[in-house]
């Protein structure tokens, strides 16, 4: 029977936090620089104009990266200060959010929970956050899972939160998505009762909304969008291997839709879609294993996210070391730089022409190839002999 690899679980969410913090202390340093920004005019605050609220079909996004703003990606995502980077908050995060849409770039607002208990009614975090002007906000991270890296809140403190805060967002901000946590990694097609778990747990929310929260009320979460987290190497050793395609099935049946509508993307966002190098079967001591499994998950995630329209965000956006090992997950380096499309060979090494909607596009990074998937663009029909020869 398939155990899950709770060590390595543990281990990935502990980096996915704490990846959020550097990546949020980039976009500080950033905008630190900036003189662009302002939000006052001797001493009257100005009217902040925000994006129009988009289609979920167009979310297709990527962890934020300001020193290195990402070309042809329109998404990022955000960690507020309660997710470890205490800074983001306030002015420089009013700052932040306003110079990526100065960008075009719409950005998701991921609001970790600080506490477990009713100090997470916290009305002050709440109204911070909304004021950051956000595209779309994530109220809780992990909510279910316990653990040195995580923060378990019951349902019945976790309804209350969420409540909360999708007033608070719509209070600044009306219509735009707010979405329901995030659903801790488990491996779809394999982990089918920790699935349900996950139903219970939600079931649980449901009767404490309706009961304590709005008492007789007929809140459903299932009206609600829920964030998902996946982490598998999809697309490697073979296509069969796509923890994500299993985990739209399992919850476009939770949610009572046909997973080929479009409709899963109204009721679940991909908030992090990554692949998986320790403790999940591949052979991380192997440069070519790690290097094709982690292309192909990059491949796959996107082919699976676009086929069936739900709104995607891939981890992450740099390599990044942890506890000695280099977790090479990222479309850049450890320092930032971009990575060939076989990230164990020399740039260029390897070529991807892909048939796009006006000329073809060669591309030779993964940030590049990821833009392109993201943009609609086709790979050739060799892409597989090309990348794993």
């Not at 499309?341 to 892909?354: C, E, F, H, Y």
């Amino acid at each position: 029977m398939f155990r899950f690899p709770f060590k390595r679980y543990l281990l990935v969410v502990g980096l996915c936090l704490w990846l959020l913090a550097i990546q949020n202390g980039q976009a500080r340093a950033a905008t630190a620089r900036s003189t662009a920004i302002s939000f006052t005019t001797k001493g009257t605050a100005t009217t902040t104009i925000h994006p129009a609220v988009t289609s979920s079909v167009s979310v297709l996004g990527i962890m934020a990266d300001k020193q290195q703003p990402f070309v042809g990606i329109s998404w990022v995502r955000l960690g507020y200060a309660t997710c470890f980077d205490q800074s983001m908050k306030g002015t420089q995060l009013k700052a932040t959010i306003a110079q990526f849409h100065s960008q075009g770039v719409r950005v998701l607002l991921s609001l970790c929970q600080w506490a477990t208990d009713s100090q997470l009614f916290n009305t002050s975090i709440l109204h911070d956050a909304a004021q950051g002007g956000a595209d779309a906000v994530q109220c809780g991270n992990e909510q279910m899972k316990s653990g040195p890296y995580n923060r378990y809140v019951p349902p019945v403190i976790f309804a209350k939160f969420f409540d909360m805060c999708q007033q608070a967002m719509h209070a600044v901000r009306p219509g735009i998505p707010i979405i329901l946590g995030a659903l801790d990694p488990h491996v779809g097609g394999v982990d089918y009762y920790p699935l349900l778990q996950q139903v219970h747990y939600l079931n649980a929310m449901q009767d404490a909304m309706n009961t304590s929260v709005h008492p007789g009320g007929h809140w459903n979460w299932r009206s609600q969008i829920v964030g998902l987290i996946d982490s598998w190497h999809n697309g490697y050793p073979t296509s069969s291997t796509n923890s994500l395609y299993y985990l739209y099935v399992f919850w476009a049946q939770q949610f009572g839709v046909d997973l080929t509508s479009g409709a899963l993307g109204n009721h679940l966002w991909t908030i992090e879609g990554t692949g998986c190098i320790f403790g999940c079967g591949i052979d991380a001591s192997s440069a070519y294993v790690v290097a094709v499994s982690h292309i192909l998950t990059l491949i796959t995630d996107v082919q699976t996210t676009l086929r069936y329209q739900v709104p995607f965000f891939y981890f992450s956006a740099r390599d990044f070391y942890s506890q000695g090992e280099l977790w090479s997950m990222g479309v850049r380096d450890i320092n930032d730089h971009p990575k060939p499309l076989r990230q164990d060979l020399p740039m260029g090494a390897r070529t991807l022409t892909m048939s796009c909607a006006s000329d073809p596009v060669t591309v030779l990074t993964q940030e590049q190839l990821l833009a392109q998937l993201y943009n609609g663009c086709t790979l050739p029909s060799n892409y597989l002999s090309i990348l794993t020869s």
